[in-house]
């Protein structure tokens, strides 16, 4: 059965910091890779999908990367901001989908 | 946009009631997801469907039941409420072809609890 982990739970940073979060996951069978943002209270939205065939994924200030025969994925946030603190979590897509327990992050003015 | 919607942002009921959460999507997507989320325990996957009229259960379908009557609505069942049913419960949606990327859309989600 897939296990993702994420590492850290929780991250405070001052803003205009670069920070990566990290996932990882112990079944490297997967059809993709799925970071979401989640404010609290509130659903999933989602920010990079990551196909099993790509080493990486851009939007605007993050990026992802996947490594899949180490079983990792990390999402680097560039100049980080207030409006970014959220939980990111991450899910995996392979016979199910499998979800990380997110990383807890806050971006200090 | 991909557009999930789900009947209630809150919702307080009491044990041994009947609930119905509901989730609409307008993509024209073959499967949807039913979750709930708990501190600690992340998101858990309750039941899914992949075609009108079909459903599988997930990890927890214990106490819930579903239907799929219409492609674009799924909805939940707590047949009698109990309050360890008390959670954010989260819908879902996707494509289910093989050539598709099997991104998952998800609701606003529905804050219920049972007292």
């Known amino acids: 059965k897939q296990e993702v982990t994420q590492i850290p739970a929780a991250l405070s940073v001052p803003e205009g910091e670069n920070l990566v979060l990290n996932c990882s996951f112990t079944?490297?069978?997967?059809?993709?890779l799925q970071w979401f943002r989640q404010d609290p209270g509130k659903g999933l939205t989602s920010l990079l999908l990551i196909q099993s065939s790509q080493r990486e994924q851009t939007s605007g200030r993050l990026n992802a990367s996947l490594d899949k025969s180490s079983g990792r994925s990390t999402l680097y946030i560039a100049a980080s901001q207030p409006g970014d603190s959220a939980t990111y979590l991450c899910a995996v897509k392979g016979n199910d989908m499998r979800f990380g327990a997110g990383t807890r992050l806050t971006v200090k003015p | 946009d991909v557009k999930v919607t789900q009947s209630s942002r809150y919702l307080v009921k009491r044990t041994g009631e009947k609930v119905f959460l509901e989730c609409v999507q307008d993509m024209d997507h073959e499967n949807m997801f039913w979750y709930r989320q708990d501190p600690g325990l992340g998101l858990r996957l309750i039941y899914f469907?992949?075609?009108?009229?079909?459903?599988e259960k997930g990890d927890i379908p214990e106490g819930y039941s579903v239907s799929r009557e219409k492609k674009e609505r799924f909805s939940l069942i707590l047949e009698s409420a109990s309050t360890n049913q008390t959670s954010m419960y989260l819908c879902?949606?996707?494509?289910?072809?093989?050539?598709?990327?099997?991104?998952?859309?998800f609701g606003p989600g529905t804050r219920l609890t049972v007292t």
């Open positions: 079944d490297s069978a997967i059809y993709n």
């Open positions: 469907s992949y075609d009108v009229k079909m459903k």
């Open positions: 879902a949606s996707s494509f289910a072809s093989a050539g598709s990327s099997y991104e998952q859309y």
